[in-house]
């Protein structure tokens, strides 16, 4: 009997049966944003739902069966803990106050298609890996945001206190600007003055309008360059670097499933792997601590082509 479980959790069927439930219970989420559909096919979309989370159920519990006889392995993979919150969140009570929760519950079953579609699951995976890196790369963007915020409130507020009257305005106005959403008219007022532009609805607020032709497009010029065309382009390679790290990883595992497979020495051979990896690493740092020292001593440093 286990081994029958067994089989029918890592079979391709399976998988694809429990993907295409995940699509069914995205729909029916969708559907249930119409009223009229909600009135007309609310009693068999109950029921369909019910039986879309007790197919989740039996998923999980096959799955954990699959791991006997010890069931806990389940949860070593973060995936499979993925599922079961998810699982577990649907049954939340939905009487009263919980209604709401219990329906953003039900909508989190869409995204088990992350676990469903490997590569979707390496995207996901990808951007995971990059959030320490885009956390230092967020950090020295909000500095950039608080320090023009500043200036522009300073400069810029008495002119155009429609965009620039307060801190929190201002870094709000500048969101607007990096995202290049109508920026030169921010830009304009500041050039022009609020009399002369982008105030005609709302004169009332133009009470010290300021022409600053040079300021204003120095100011805003400089601020999409560093914002727009350098830090957020940032936060694109940092993504694609996680996604060639994630592939790369997800390629030795293959292989080393493979070499498994096969019967082959796969520990020696992923261990020596890591070794040779650690010791290029360390290569390479010895190497450009020495470029250093000799650049500083003015000498040079002649590599076997050079001599």
Known sequence: MLSIIKSIASADAFNNFITAVIVLAGVLIGIETY???????????HVLDQIILWIFVAEVAIKMTAEAPKPWRYFRDPWNCFDFVIVAACFVPGAGSYAVILRLARLLRVLK??????R???????LLKSIPSMFYVTLLLGLLFYVYAVAATFLFGPNDPLHFSSLHLSMLSLFRVVTLEDWTDVMYIAMYGCDQYGYSDAMIQCT??????????????SFVLIGTMVILNLFIGVILKSMEDTALEQELFLEAERLAASGEDTPDLISQLSTLSRDLEALQGNLARIRHQLDQRGGGFDTPDQE
Do not use: C, D, H, K
Request: no cysteine; hydrophobic share 55%; net charge neutral.
């Open 35 to 45: 009223p009229s559909a909600t009135e007309r096919w609310g009693g068999i979309m």
């Open 208 to 221: 010290q309008p300021e022409a600053q032709p040079i300021v204003g497009a120095v100011f805003f010029a």
């Open 120 to 126: 979707l699951q390496l995207l996901v995976s990808a």
């Open 113 to 118: 298609l992350v676990r469903a579609l490997p």
